[in-house]
């Protein structure tokens, strides 16, 4: 029952990095608004923003042994993605399983759950985003799972899948998926810059995306 | 049943600037301690502190479509005021929005629900307290209404009311109420500098305010 | 039935220093996973640090009226930890009890309810841990008690124990144990240290703790 | 500032009669989805139904003094509606207060803060609709007021709206559209078991309302 | 974007009744400890107990629409699912479209968001189990999909999974695990028939599981 | 660290069932309004109604082995309390359980966690009250403790101390206390019974309590 998962296929990096540079916003617009975790799953740090591929955990509550099993499964690029079997606050991860991350070239973590050690992993610049902080240490008793599909903060992740998280939050986008979605996504920003301009000059929304008219048939009176 | 009201009053532009210098606990106390949001409306980012005048929107749950229609509403030194009619997370408002609110010289949102693109926002200036962070979009189908009286985060609020808010939170002011308030609110403030003087100083609560007697009377012992 | 215990032990100075030095995660698992105040037990500004000696405070909800008593029974190098009688997110304590709190020597705040003047206290650098901000003010009506035992935020704190708080969240340290914790904290960072160079050389959790053999015969699988 | 309205206005007792045997949902909906409290306020037993007039009481926190001021201004067929000055969950009200509330031929209280005596409440058939079930008690202390505008909830309320209650929640009907909102209520009630009846010979809601032309229209796509 | 699929598969209506009677633990337990969602997802009324095919929902927030797309596709013995493309705790489901999905067969619906006319569900025997209950409105204005993979309260649904659920919550089995999961509960709950009978004469756990030489190996200590 | 302290002094039997006739709300007022558990603390099924001497017990999240450990240690009459070491709502107890503690002689469960198999508790009539309903299983792996002092829900419990707990929560009596709280739990019930009787014939809180001249001297003004 509890599998580790050695060979995963990932996007193709350039892919990646471009998501990236879209922003979360703007990616899951592009992917028809579906994708993005619960509003608590929040950076411990300001100013992360990142695309990464998935190396996913199933974890027990309260018990990380996984992670040191997944770290070996890291590639340069990827991102851990930790849902526990049941609502946990614990503080999984801290500074010592970063530092194995980084070294493996992780970029980040993104996990359902605790992490400690908030002022070392700002210093290191290793990205995470938790849906809380706690010192609340853990176990290493219980076996999970790595790179099985998971569901973390509401959204079915699977191992490859590429991860795209700012401090908007963090959108998963299906590996198949990743290049239909960049050349949406880069379409959509593109034409942001545009719109931005205008409304800059003092457009409004309503005569630059043509409301009036239907604004006033569905009934909208103004007194 | 959706209307848009368009002539509202405003209160005295230095009224409310000075309002704004008090800060939200001192005007909150000030009026009698009501008026206060609840304390999960939070600033977006760190620093804002203002007063403006509240153009008020009702919206359905997930739709951002009457913050199109407010926008056009604003006049310079307005800040927005959203409550959505059932609970919502999503992110309603974002950079676009941001910059078209800007160019008509809105000082900022405050929104019941999320908002999304916090670095643009920051980066802007545009201040913003939400009770979410999301990037979830919202669509543009069913009407609200502009400037009627609306309950947002649990304070009654009418257009041309007087948002104080910075980094302990929101507090509405009733429009026909600001004079009164922004004179105790300055009346309170220099009392609490005198205050802060004698605290520095070591002199003990029990003392400046004469408690020992009442305390004692009230069957405090010391053991 | 209102008591105010004047006379309380505290731990020696160099040991709670030291204590602060070895952060709350470290204290922590020296101390077994004990001590640590439910996660949203959060410090209002970024950065602080410390451990000092407790003054206990058990106030009812909505009345700050105990703080004032607390204050005179502090010592250089002390810290208040108030707990409300019952559920309560008002703000207890602003920037002139602060100031008061820092002329008699205290280092800080935990509070289970509100504070405001976070701005203000960001800039006295008064270290504060509260599960809310609020601006809400207090009454001055109702006794409640000093220096007695209470639960803070779901830890058991006597008067004397040691609080050890940063950006992880807050930890009690009982006071006879001081010593023995410290002492086990100390021996645990320098083990940590040797740990993340492994760590940052690419060591593996699995090799420098030895899991594979536990983990095969648990019944892992790779795939 | 701490006042006690007496001479308040009730709509018909008839109207206010007839809106209760059409229900929460009903009535809501004959509103244009207005004026329906925050889901997390509950029935703490199971059967009550109901519509009365509201007698409202602002409290501060942990404090129920203003109930029994209020009581005295309880005439036959009202509900009494508290709303706490901030977040609180004690337990306001219990088996004594529902005696003397009854015996003055009130039918049942609407409150934003916690009750307590549940089993006598249920015993009694005194309705209550709470957030919270507390035996935490409370002080006699502090002034509120009685008969003032709230904001309960989520939706402000005046003394004399008419609030309808049953096991979906609890409704505020303005007293000024009483008239108008049974009108509607009655309308809807009519017509809805028509529908009912044309549901449970298995007509289709997208036959009834003629929904597959705009389903199509919208995009829909069957597989 | 928006999908109906029409054909989805099924599993044993034999199966699907059997796993229905070994009860949510039973079941959870038999597939290791997976598929069970949130315990916030309560029954809306006592007593309900069982098992069913799902027909998928996702629909945006506030938005019912799809419910009447989805009643279509029901057969005899189905159960609805229902996820929001963003939280929500809107009233999607009443007494008019419980009356047309029992029409249709329906047992019952699962939904992350709110149902009201609970009396009415409970009185028509209308299995019911949601995360809120409230009376407010939906508008049917945008799309969702039908019969398409969803995340329901923390677990991933597909169209045909089985949806096993009683006063213990909701588990989710996966089609084409349903007859091993079926046989491994099955033989579960047999044995857990005999241990109740050992543990109702008194023997212990710690005896009846040979627990005690691995509490002791552990560091148990009894003083 | 883990230990079961085996002999532990228990309050008079006579004592623990009269404090139980008094119930949770006259007891938590006898005790000065302390030592009553949080408000989501709540029973799982309806009626139970009881006081009981406590066996306590520290588990880690999901890890229910130290139920078997305590109920060895159960005596006729006791009850179980459990809280985790950090916030869990798995499900640690189920009818196999309760029917072993039931062979013991224990009353019940009070529980900062989950239960499952509510409706085999239900028939039993084995109370239990519960922060969370959850099917979710958990592992026996980590050792806790038993008869140690915890914190659950908010309050320090001792083993022995007496939990006395109704429809209206819990609350716990320091078992040194017992005998004094009992004697003005009973005055405070009779006392209770006379105040019932004249409100009941419609006399007013107002005068019984003598208020008038208080609530005139504080500044409420009848307008």
């Not at 990380?64 to 609502?87: K, R």
């Not at 530092?99 to 605790?114: N, Y």
């Not at 992490?115 to 290793?126: A, I, N, Q, S, T």
């Not at 949406?184 to 630059?208: T, V, Y």
Request: proline share 4%; net charge negative.
């Amino acid at each position: 029952m509890s599998v580790v998962v050695q060979n995963i296929e990932r996007a193709n990096a350039g892919t990646i990095e471009a998501l990236g540079k879209c922003g979360v916003a703007t990616v899951h617009e592009a992917m028809g608004r579906k994708g993005l975790m619960t509003p608590n799953m929040r950076p411990v740090w300001s100013g992360p923003r990142l695309a990464a591929s998935a190396v996913t955990i199933s974890s027990p509550p309260g018990d990380n042994w996984m992670l040191h099993v997944a770290i070996e499964q890291l590639h340069a690029g990827d991102i851990l993605v930790l849902a526990p079997t049941s609502p946990c606050s614990d503080g999984y991860f801290g500074d010592l399983l970063a530092t194995s991350a980084m070294a493996r070239g992780a970029l980040g973590l993104v996990i359902d759950a605790g992490v400690r050690d908030v002022v070392e992993l700002r210093e290191m610049g290793f990205a995470v985003w938790s849906t809380a902080i706690s010192a609340q240490g853990t176990v290493k008793e219980t076996l999970g799972s790595v790179n099985v599909p998971i569901v973390c903060a509401g959204v079915a992740v699977n191992a490859g899948d590429i991860i795209v998280a700012d401090e908007d939050g963090v959108c998963v986008v299906p590996r198949l998926e990743a290049e239909t979605v960049l050349e949406k996504a880069q379409a959509r920003a593109a034409n942001e810059e545009a719109k931005r301009q205008r409304f800059a000059k003092g457009e409004l929304g309503l005569d630059m995306y043509d409301m009036r008219g239907r604004l006033s048939a569905k009934g909208l009176r103004y007194v």
